[in-house]
């Protein structure tokens, strides 16, 4: 396989100094890694600073692939949009194309029409806005947000264009939702713009009284999804975007597990 393609999720380092960012660099490009997904407050230790920020990636010969950013709760809405123009102007000129999105947080009790549409509505002015920056924005379904069950991930596809919003789906944050991730990926396939590859634990019982979420999540092929299965999907749909790993909490270290996570996809990914 083309192992530029193989991207790791650098947040565990940190996102609040320089100092973070660059022992991620360090370490990921040791490893092999080519490109990388941060997230937009980790653009702020560099206070915005296009040419501090390059020097970093192009020291490291790393590039970035995605950047990820979360809806705030719904009476916050408007902090989305505060700064977003200064953001994607950085994101742009890093030469990014992509942006993962995370659902509004603070889900309510009841996910009823209303709701529904809302999610709709500021998704899609969101997605407009950085379509204007030439950046692709994919629905990333998260657990104990405003997408994260399967009817929800319908919502928000089925009633948005595809050229404005994309899907990236993250196969464990599926799985802990009890969403049929296969079915997902095979219905969705041609929308899918970016990758979240990690595994997890079987899980049982309502994903909304699981505990302690990220314990359950484990580096690629100690749990219970089939990336065989996820790969031919993918491949099927002629899927040649970034394949990103990621795990959140690493069991002994970051550098290990995406070490790991990087050796899983280049034996696996055929």
């Known amino acids: 396989m083309d192992r530029s393609r193989i991207a790791a999720a650098i947040w565990p380092w940190g996102t609040d100094t320089k100092e973070q960012m660059i022992q991620a660099a360090e370490d990921i490009s040791k490893i092999g890694y080519k490109s990388f997904e941060s997230v937009k407050y980790a653009l702020y230790a560099f206070d915005l600073n296009l040419k501090d920020y390059k020097e970093v990636i192009d020291r490291y010969d790393i590039k970035p692939a995605s950047f990820y950013f979360h809806l705030p709760e719904r009476e916050n809405e408007a902090s989305i949009f505060e700064n977003l123009d200064k953001e994607l102007d950085m994101i742009a000129g890093l030469g990014v194309k992509r942006i993962s999105l995370q659902a509004t947080a603070g889900r309510p009790q009841v996910m009823d029409k209303g709701n529904l549409e809302y999610e709709i509505d500021i998704v899609s002015r969101f997605a407009e806005r950085t379509k ?139």
């Open 132 to 270: 204007e920056y030439g950046i692709k924005t994919s629905i990333h379904p998260h657990f104990d947000t405003w997408v994260m069950y399967e009817n929800e991930v319908d919502n928000i596809l089925q009633n948005t264009s595809a050229d404005v919003l994309s899907l990236a789906p993250d196969t464990a944050h599926l799985v802990m939702c009890h969403c049929d991730v296969y079915k997902i990926i095979e219905r969705y396939g041609d929308r899918v713009h970016f990758t979240h590859l990690k595994d997890i634990k079987e899980i049982k019982g309502d994903a909304s009284a699981t505990q302690k979420v990220y314990g359950e999540f484990c580096e690629l092929g100690q749990g219970c999804i089939d990336f065989a299965r996820i790969f031919k999907l993918l491949m099927n749909h002629g899927y040649d975007g970034p394949l990103c790993e990621e795990l959140d909490v690493a069991p002994i270290s970051n550098v290990l597990s995406a070490k790991n996570n990087y050796d899983f996809l280049v034996k696996s990914y055929k």
